[in-house]
T-cell receptor, first 115, second 116 residues
Framework: ETGVTQTPRHLVMGMTNKKSLKCEQH?????MYWYKQSAKKPLELMFV???????ENNSVPSRFSPECPNSSHLFLHLHTLQPEDSALYLC??????????????FGPGTRLTVT | AQTVTQSQPEMSVQEAETVTLSCTYD???????LFWYKQPPSRQMILVIR??????QNATENRFSVNFQKAAKSFSLKISDSQLGDAAMYFC?????????????FGTGTRLKVLA
């Protein structure tokens, strides 16, 4: 797997823990995204960054805190999560965020389980 | 608001056979893009094929082709000569054509099993 990498691939955390998900893209893209993928539900867009600036925060609870220190790296900081936050968290990138026909490149995801 | 519906949670196909995955969508826009993404088990989602709404010709990518029916708002994916590596979740997605519209509207996915 190349292009967009995510670590860790699996994470189990208690409700009082603090952890971070990391995403890195090696494609020279300017836009990065966090998605939440839950079983039997459509992918939910959480955050969008363009050139390290947050473009969108899609009504995501404050227990999820994104950080984009540069155009290649994206973090999702987690604290005091709830069991319903258990899901696959996907990072993605695209050349820019103008949409159209351009392809989005996804990472393999972090499988998060909140106990 | 736009919606995307994949009515088949799961499909099976025999190796070397052909299978069609269904997708319908609802929109009031005239300009938009449609995509099929494939997500193999424990691997990243990749683009299979895309279609511009203004193009009448159906998109094809090797063994993958679409049947785009704009009036019916239908966008099905046909996989010919199915291979074991085609087993995956397939997601249909819509994106509006207005410049700056980066959001996808995804369907709930269809799990494709390929039987040897």
């Amino acid at each position: 797997e190349t292009g967009v990498t995510q670590t860790p691939r699996h994470l189990v955390m208690g409700m009082t823990n603090k952890k971070s998900l990391k995403c890195e893209q090696h494609l020279g893209h300017n836009a990065m995204y966090w998605y939440k993928q839950s079983a039997k539900k459509p992918l939910e867009l959480m955050f969008v960054y363009s050139l390290e600036e947050r473009v969108e925060n899609n009504s995501v609870p404050s227990r999820f805190s994104p950080e984009c220190p540069n155009s290649s790296h994206l973090f999702l900081h987690l604290h005091t999560l709830q069991p319903e936050d258990s899901a696959l968290y996907l990072c993605a990138s695209s050349q820019d965020f103008t949409g159209g026909p351009q392809q989005t490149y996804f990472g393999p995801g972090t499988r998060l389980t909140v106990t | 608001a736009q919606t995307v519906t994949q009515s088949q949670p799961e499909m099976s196909v025999q190796e070397a056979e052909t299978v069609t995955l269904s997708c319908t969508y609802d929109t009031s826009e005239s300009d938009y893009y449609l995509f099929w993404y494939k997500q193999p088990p424990s691997r990243q989602m990749i683009l299979v094929i895309r279609q511009e709404a203004y193009k009448q010709q159906n998109a094809t990518e090797n063994r993958f082709s679409v049947n785009f029916q704009k009036a019916a708002k239908s966008f099905s994916l046909k996989i010919s000569d199915s291979q074991l590596g085609d087993a995956a979740m397939y997601f249909c997605a819509y994106r509006g054509g207005t410049s700056g519209t980066y959001k996808y509207i995804f369907g709930t996915g269809t799990r494709l099993k390929v039987l040897a």
